[in-house]
């Protein structure tokens, strides 16, 4: 995820190096659409490139490059629109419940709570544009075909406009390991206003991804699915926001920050205290989770922090039509 200097926003240009492969023009390509790219793989299976060895060697996402400030102006209008939920869909092999957890962690802890949630999340690996191997960290989400992955709109384009490849899904990770397998991303979508003029646009700053099955069997079918809820109003006083970062285990555990809300800044819709460092990018942020059966209706992902804080971009109207063409890719 991004890590910002507290007193204002920092420029984010990384150098990142050179890439064969040329994403084609984002700029005008879609007028106020989600923006569909075919996920190419450097081996045909997909998930064979991702090794443990590989997927231990990942570093954390990078920082996109571009410039924002304190005072970009929102690409998101958080007018009131009609609030849509999509309900979660449970394990078929088991139930999990929840054993208590801290419901106020501003640092964060192994999530050892148990839940569908423990089973839901997990992480993306990538290559990115410069040719460097990255994981970040997603969702399974409930969809009409079972293989909706929701992550980090940087994960799946860098800051000069390079497509991703490689990309695969490994929910449940811990310790190197992929008990549910690895679900190989085949088509990845972003929002057509997310990079823009040259950068990224924090409030719209997710990403979606399908995925092809395992062993005959979707990603929902295999682990159940989140729900999944856009447009929604209410800040809350209670997050859950999950992900894999590098400060916590070296990023082989999830791990977990909760609380109340803070002031947003940055145009972002969502704000908690919280530490999670680079590679919990995407992580699934929530709002009334379920603490009996791990599940909840996610709203956001986790997507810039600074010193002390973590942001989430909304998922508004833009989600929501990003998600519908996921939902039907």
Known sequence: MRTLSIVGLTTLM????????????????V???????????????????????RMRAAQ????????????????????????????????????????????????????????LIAKTAGKVFGTGGSGRDFVASG??????????????????????????????????????????????????????GYYKDGAHQPPLDFGMLVVKPVNGKTAVKTVGGQGIRFNSTAVGLSNLLLGYPSNGNGGQTLQYCSGASVTPAYDMKYAMLCDMGGGSSGGPWFQSFNKVTGTGYQISTHALRNTTTSYGSYFGPEALKTFRAAEAA
């Open 14 to 29: 990384l150098a990142l190096g050179t890439h064969a492969a040329t994403a084609e023009p984002l700029d005008g390509a």
């Open 31 to 53: 007028a106020d659409g989600p923006l569909a790219h075919q996920v190419p793989t450097t081996f045909a299976a997909g998930s064979d490139y991702w090794t443990p060895e």
């Open 60 to 115: 954390p996402l990078a920082a996109p490059a571009g410039t924002a400030s304190a005072d970009t102006r929102s690409a998101t209008p958080y007018a009131a629109q009609e609030q849509v939920d999509i309900a979660p869909t449970p394990s078929k092999d088991t139930m999990r419940w929840v054993t208590p957890y801290a419901t106020s962690a501003a640092k964060q802890r192994t999530w050892n709570s148990g839940g």
């Open 139 to 192: 969702n399974v989400v409930s969809s009409a075909d079972g293989d909706v992955i929701v992550t980090v709109g940087h994960a799946l384009i860098d800051g000069e406009g390079r497509w991703s490849k490689n990309l695969v899904f490994v929910p449940a990770y811990k310790n190197g390991a992929a008990p549910y397998g690895k679900f190989v991303a085949r088509t990845m979508f972003i929002w057509s």
